[in-house]
């Protein structure tokens, strides 16, 4: 199927993230998988090819695009290779980069952007808390002001990047009581007296993407560290929250493409009855039912993609992308492995890894049935 939403200059860009995988995260990711962290390294190569700022003004040392066209052929490129992947880098320069590119003064801009660009900096999101999960507007942790400082205590779970981290993005209540209208957004640093990190988090999948638990205790955050208006946190959130739905939705479906495209090779070489296991009629017919589900949802994408480059794209539209996105991608990949058959229950197949990895897409970003609760809401139910 012939994708009509990128132009040449995309595609150009393409050759330069894909050079990046071959050169960087190929070699190296089941290594990143054994230590459950991405080597420094690679982030500051990925800094110095231009691929963690791209919306990030030119003065600041990023591309300044102005188009998340390229955004999302990054992340297509890296979810072929490695969803855990996908997730480490699209949280640094797709999640949280919104965030100080729209919310910063010029004065954090310029303290910050450069070394997040640089990949001299790896930065992380801190939104969810262990008793909370998806409902942000319920979140405990608090900072109290004091002095020319804010005084923060609480903890944060399921952290990507939260091991590596130098900054991280952290959501709390200022204003006790007023759930959603009292929440603010503050940059805490490595170093901080008191900001402690729990250790490297034991996933089923997805072990190169570091993943931890962050606490912290009577934490001094000065004043200047506020990204964004006072107690209005949680709308910052909300604005943020559709591209990194829709980052979840591209990243889903290029992996269960890729792993699509490699299962389909496999069922044409392995013979079975003197024939190839894919021209028998149920798994020709499952096959046709795969790639079609694969089309029909890259259209769809490829449209909230559309809206999105033009400042478009809904709430609704994001939840619908995400949570289509993130079933389809496990209903194909579990179609592959009972494809492969006793051969993709091995871990020297990929697609046993890329199956497991793939599990989590359907919780996080706010778990599917939370996107189905936004999409019903917008049908005024």
Not at 72 to 87: C, D
Not at 221 to 236: E, I, K, N, W
Not at 257 to 275: M, P, S, W
Request: hydrophobic share 40%; aromatic share 10%; net charge negative.
């Amino acid at each position: 199927m012939e994708r009509t939403v990128y132009e040449q200059d995309h595609e150009d860009f393409r050759a330069v993230a894909r050079e990046f995988v071959v050169r960087t995260v190929e070699p190296s990711y089941q290594a990143w998988a054994e230590q459950r962290f991405i080597d420094r390294l690679a982030w500051k190569e990925a800094g110095a090819q231009g691929l963690l700022g791209l919306p990030v003004q030119e003065q600041y040392g990023g591309g300044e695009t102005g188009d998340y066209r390229f955004q999302a052929v990054l992340g297509e490129e890296l979810a072929r290779v490695s969803y855990g992947i996908h997730s480490s880098f699209s949280i640094h320069y797709d999640i949280v980069s919104p965030y100080l590119t729209e919310l910063a003064t010029d004065e954090q801009k310029a303290r910050w952007l450069p070394g997040f660009c640089a990949g001299e900096q790896v930065w992380a999101l801190g939104m969810t808390e262990p008793s909370v999960g998806s409902d942000l507007a319920g979140l405990r942790t608090t900072a109290v002001r004091d002095g020319d400082a804010w005084v923060l205590n609480g903890s944060k779970t399921f952290i990507t990047n939260g091991y590596l981290a130098d900054r991280v993005v952290v959501a709390a209540s200022t204003t006790p009581g007023a759930k959603s209208k009292g929440i603010s957004l503050f940059v805490v640093e490595e170093g901080m007296p008191g900001f402690e990190r729990g250790r490297k988090l034991d996933k089923i999948g997805q072990n190169e993407a570091d993943t931890a638990e962050l606490f912290f205790t009577d934490v001094r955050v000065p004043a200047d560290h506020l990204l964004g208006v006072q107690d209005r946190g949680f709308v910052h959130m909300m604005t943020g929250l559709a591209q990194e739905r829709l980052s979840v939705a591209i990243g889903s479906l290029a992996h269960a493409r890729q792993l699509f495209a490699e299962t389909l090779v496999y069922v044409k070489d392995r013979k079975a009855f003197g024939q190839s296991v894919g021209s028998f009629q149920a798994n020709k017919h499952r096959i046709a039912e795969l790639v079609t589900r694969l089309d029909v949802s890259q259209s769809f994408l490829d449209d909230c993609l559309r809206l999105h480059v033009a400042g478009r794209l809904q709430s609704a539209d994001a939840a619908k992308a995400k949570w289509w996105a993130t079933q389809v991608q496990n209903d194909v990949l579990d179609a592959c492995v009972q494809l492969h058959g006793g051969y993709g229950y091995m871990r020297e197949y990929r697609v046993s890894q890329a199956w497991v990895d793939a599990r989590v897409s359907s919780i996080w970003a706010g778990s599917n049935e939370i996107m189905k609760e936004i999409i019903g809401r917008d049908l005024g139910f």
